[in-house]
């Protein structure tokens, strides 16, 4: 798949890809998305990334897609990449017990060891309390890859314990809820910015995600409005772009910090002052024509 074809998950392909490129990698990720979106897809680039002869010597591209390592990954073949798929609907306590057996030995060929594990919703309370000790305390040579369409089922402890990482859906590109992004703009611009960066600080990670993506894709929907829009003077249409733009940017500013970890508190309260400055101006019912 590559991580620069990562159509509308390109906050997460530069994650994954700065952390390869600085060899600042984490012991266990966890890849939280939809159906439809790419997780498993990058998941295994990321794999591949990670046992590539190239990675951490800053040599070029990684993966690079030459090297022994990455032909043995494309041709599931590499025998330091170990994939672990629920049976019978969960992954049960004897798959758990053999992922520790096989982290415990040094890799084979390559400098760390690498478990993908699909579905990980799906464990069964024995197999993520065996799960949990190896990622508690992994060897050096090991990481782990999650991957779950909702955090639900996956016990804080494990989530606690991995850099989450968040995918949308490409199967479309307007799948978040419109009509919430509106209302959660709406909200912004009548409320208190430091009140709502702490109601929404407090709420589950994957939820604060989704209200940054329906807001994206509110602003984006009145973005492509303005743009083709013919009935506004230049000026207010000049305005509304600059304005627009302005809130897009910060909410990606937003996203990212959220994705290394910065205080929840303080970035949407950041975000939300900012929101206010860039739209109060055109927001108003009286300026909507292609809004």
Known sequence: MGFQSSYGNEIAARVLEHALRQDRVANAYLFRGPSGSPKEDMALEFACGLLCDQAGTGAGDVPCDSCRSCRLVRS???PDLFCVEKEGGSIKLRQSHEILKEATSKPYCSGRKVFIIKDAEELTLEASNALLKIIEEPPSYVTFILTASHLGGIPETIQSRC?????????SQTRGDISRGRELIAEVLAGSPAELGFVYSK????ERFSLLEDIETELKNKLRKA???DTKQDLNRLRTLE????????LMQAKKRLLGNTNALLTLTVLFVELRRALVLVWRKGEDECL
Do not use: K, M
Not at 163 to 171: A, C, G, K, M
Not at 203 to 206: D, L, M, T, V, W
Not at 243 to 250: D, I, P
């Open 227 to 229: 743009v083709f829009c």
């Open 243 to 250: 304005s627009l733009h302005r809130a897009l940017t910060a």
């Open 163 to 171: 850099q989450i990482v968040p995918f949308r859906s490409i199967l």
């Open 203 to 206: 709420r589950p990670a994957e």
């Open 76 to 78: 599931n073949s590499h």
